[in-house]
């Protein structure tokens, strides 16, 4: 089993809230990432990381913003949740060259 | 174009079938390709990586055609729990290194 954590594993929250969504690792691995997926819609990228102090969009736009200042923790963060913000919010983490990524089990956040 | 593209399906088969997925990929600098599974709401899951002399997991065959930029995944009697969405994966290399996934493809197996 993969070691990547994230929480909460659940998040129902009102429109205007900063909230910010963890994810931590134990792998040592230097790639992470965080995709978005709607119910029965496929993943889209939205953020990923090199290293620590890398951060990259990805090829979804997103409000969202993140931060990689340790190896093992990637949060997300959203400064003004609205309902489109309602989705799951995967985070993943990979070997830098070319290795399978590992996924957390995810954030279902709720913004109503 | 989409970077990978899968047959999104749903393939319906009933238990003991064998049924193949396709996939392809735009980007010939590609260095790797994995198959992975997802389960309703849940996180996707490694199933197998994709190597060039194709390789074989239990029931599970992988196929890869650099020439072609072609994967496939092969899964011999099927079984019901073999139903969830089969996700082709392509690490892109060159000035940038991520994986992008396809938008998978969705088995149904029946009794």
């Known amino acids: 089993e993969a070691d990547i954590y994230q929480t909460p594993r659940y998040l129902v929250i009102g429109t205007g809230k900063k909230i910010t969504l963890e994810c931590s690792q134990t792998?040592?691995?230097?790639?992470m990432y965080w995709y978005q997926q709607d119910p029965g819609m496929e993943l889209h990228l939205i953020h990923y990381?090199?290293?620590?102090?890398?951060?990259e969009k990805g090829d979804l736009s997103s409000e969202s913003t993140v931060s990689r200042i340790r190896t093992e923790h990637f949060p997300l963060t959203l400064e003004s949740a609205r309902p489109s913000h309602t989705s799951q919010y995967l985070c993943?983490?990979?070997?830098?060259?070319?290795?399978?990524?590992?996924f957390g089990q995810g954030t279902r956040l709720t913004v109503v | 174009r989409k970077e990978v593209e899968q047959d999104p399906g749903p393939f319906n088969v009933p238990e003991g079938a064998t049924v193949a997925f396709n996939c392809t990929y735009s980007?010939?600098?590609?260095?790797?390709f994995f198959w992975y599974r997802q389960d309703c709401r849940k996180e996707p899951k490694l199933l197998m990586s994709?190597?060039?002399s194709g390789n074989e997991d239990g029931r599970f065959t992988a196929q890869l055609n650099r020439a072609s930029q072609y994967i496939s995944l092969l899964i011999r009697d099927s079984k019901l729990s073999d139903s969830a969405t089969y996700l082709c994966?392509?690490?892109?290399?060159?000035?940038?290194?991520?994986?992008?996934f396809g938008a998978g493809t969705r088995l149904a197996v029946h009794p």
């Open positions: 993943a983490s990979s070997k830098t060259r070319g290795g399978a990524a590992f």
């Open positions: 792998m040592g691995h230097d790639k």
């Open positions: 990381s090199y290293g620590v102090n890398s951060t």
């Open positions: 980007n010939s600098a590609s260095q790797s």
């Open positions: 994709v190597y060039s």
């Open positions: 994966v392509v690490n892109f290399s060159g000035g940038y290194n991520k994986l992008i």
